[in-house]
T-cell receptor, first 114, second 113 residues
Framework: GESVGLHLPTLSVQEGDNSIINCAYS??????FIWYKQESGKGPQFIID?????DKRQGQRVTVLLNKTVKHLSLQIAATQPGDSAVYFC?????????????FGKGTLLTVNP | NAGVTQTPKFRILKIGQSMTLQCTQD?????MYWYRQDPGMGLKLIYY???????DKGEVPNGYNVSRSTTEDFPLRLELAAPSQTSVYFC????????????FGSGTQLSVL
C-alpha cells in the first residue's frame, strides 16, 4: 500500500544555518507532493509543492527536491530562523483524481536554536 | 475571510459519550476532509466529501460518522467514544482550483477518559 516516511524524526539547527528535511515515499504512482508546516497548536500550513515532471522547485527561502529514481523528497530551508521551528510533513497523492486525497508522512520536528 | 473554522478547540469525553465536532469553511470549497493526528504521527484520513450530499470513508472511518448537508459545513460525529479516539482532529477543505492544496482548521483536541 501507500506509505510516506521520514528519515529523521527530529532536527536541531542553529539560527542562520540551512536545514534539510528528508522524506521517502513508496508509491511509484504518486505524482504530486506537498510540504506542510505545522506550528504548535495549529493546523498544517502549505509551504511548497512539486509535480513529478520536475526535480526542483524554489520558493521564498525554501526549495523542494524530488528524486523519482530513489523515491525521495527533501525540503531545504535557507538561513533558518526561530520562526521556522515546527513539525514538517510531506504528503503525496496521485493528481487528477476526483477527491484530492493526500497521504501524509509522520513528520519531522525542526528546532532552531538562537 | 475566516477560512476553516473548527469548534470546540478542546473537549474531554467519558467513555461511551457522544459528540459532534463542528467544521465550517467560507471559501466555497467543494472538498472537505476530516483527519486525526495521534502523537508523533502523521495525519490519517477519517472521512471526506467531494460536495454537498456526498461523503466517503477514508483510511480510519470506524467509530465516526459525517454528513454534508451544505457546502460550508462538514460535522464529524463520534458515537460511543472510546479511549482510542483520543487524538487531535483536523478539518480541511480544498477546491478544484486549489486541487490538492488543503487548507486546515486549527484542530480539536479530544480526550476520551
Amino acid at each position: 500500500g501507500e506509505s510516506v516516511g521520514l528519515h529523521l524524526p527530529t532536527l536541531s539547527v542553529q539560527e542562520g544555518d540551512n536545514s534539510i528535511i528528508n522524506c521517502a515515499y513508496s508509491n511509484s504512482a504518486s505524482d504530486y507532493f506537498i510540504w506542510y508546516k505545522q506550528e504548535s497548536g495549529k493546523g498544517p500550513q502549505f509551504i511548497i509543492d512539486i509535480r513529478s515532471n520536475m526535480d526542483k522547485r524554489q520558493g521564498q527561502r525554501v526549495t523542494v527536491l524530488l528524486n523519482k529514481t530513489v523515491k525521495h523528497l527533501s525540503l531545504q530551508i535557507a538561513a533558518t530562523q526561530p520562526g521556522d521551528s515546527a513539525v514538517y510533513f510531506c504528503a503525496e497523492t496521485i493528481s487528477g483524481g476526483s477527491n484530492y486525497k493526500l497521504t501524509f508522512g509522520k513528520g519531522t520536528l525542526l528546532t532552531v536554536n538562537p | 475571510n475566516a477560512g476553516v473554522t473548527q469548534t470546540p478547540k478542546f473537549r474531554i469525553l467519558k467513555i461511551g459519550q457522544s459528540m459532534t465536532l463542528q467544521c465550517t469553511q467560507d471559501m466555497n470549497h467543494n472538498y472537505m476532509y476530516w483527519y486525526r493526528q495521534d502523537p508523533g504521527m502523521g495525519l490519517k484520513l477519517i472521512y471526506y466529501s467531494v460536495g454537498a450530499g456526498i461523503t466517503d470513508k477514508g483510511e480510519v472511518p470506524n467509530g465516526y460518522n459525517v454528513s454534508r448537508s451544505t457546502t460550508e459545513d462538514f460535522p464529524l460525529r463520534l458515537e460511543l467514544a472510546a479511549p482510542s479516539q483520543t487524538s487531535v482532529y483536523f478539518c480541511a477543505s480544498s477546491s478544484r482550483d486549489s486541487g490538492e492544496k488543503l487548507f486546515f482548521g486549527s484542530g480539536t483536541q479530544l480526550s476520551v477518559l
